[in-house]
């Protein structure tokens, strides 16, 4: 009789637990993306949008994504990247060339070139590892689905920034034009 109390419990407990069933299929919505792909650092798993800044490793451009709520216009996205990397990013080794390096005063597009405002720096304010400092601005604003290229100005003239390879150029400038920091040459 235990047996048949136990089954009848059992059954009844199963019925009640299930997925009920629909007359017809109903539609059900994907979650939002995009998803990181394996390997690929992420600082803030929750957010909709993949943002794309380089920093620097080893005298090596590194490729970092974080995560955001809302998709960053240049300026914001910019501004993140003169901000720095964050203290997860910090405790993996990453800095940036960009503090004392290169002062931006500001960007806007024409088109899908991104032109970067760089006010005059005081004379011997300069470093080293200004080629860094550029190559982080330019490999971060191509990263955009909307800029394909940057150029740098100062009071409105074309300013010459080091590249990779050493030589100066006025621009426009693409990540290409830093791939020999990168650590996928």
Do not use: K, W
């Amino acid at each position: 009789m235990n047996a048949r109390l136990a089954l009848a419990t059992l059954l009844v407990l199963l019925a009640g637990c299930g997925v009920p069933i629909d007359d017809r299929p109903r539609a059900v919505e994907a979650p939002y993306g995009p998803f990181p792909t394996p390997g690929t650092a992420s600082s803030d798993p929750a957010g909709r949008f993949t943002e794309a800044l380089y920093f620097v490793r080893d005298d090596r451009l590194v490729l970092v994504h974080r995560r955001l709520d809302m998709s960053p216009t240049a300026t914001q996205h910019l501004e993140h990247l003169l901000a720095g990397p964050n203290e997860a990013e910090r405790g993996e080794g990453l800095t940036t060339a960009l503090f004392g390096a290169v002062t931006v005063a500001g960007i806007r597009l024409t088109g899908t070139r991104a032109e970067v405002d760089v006010p005059s720096v005081a004379e011997g304010a300069g470093r080293s590892d200004e080629v860094f400092a550029f190559g982080q601005i330019v490999c971060t604003l191509t990263a955009r689905p909307d800029v394909d290229t940057v150029s740098f100005l100062r009071d409105g003239s074309p300013l010459e920034v080091p590249r990779a390879d050493g030589s100066l150029s006025q621009g426009p400038l693409t990540a290409a034009d830093y791939v020999e920091l990168s650590g996928s040459d």
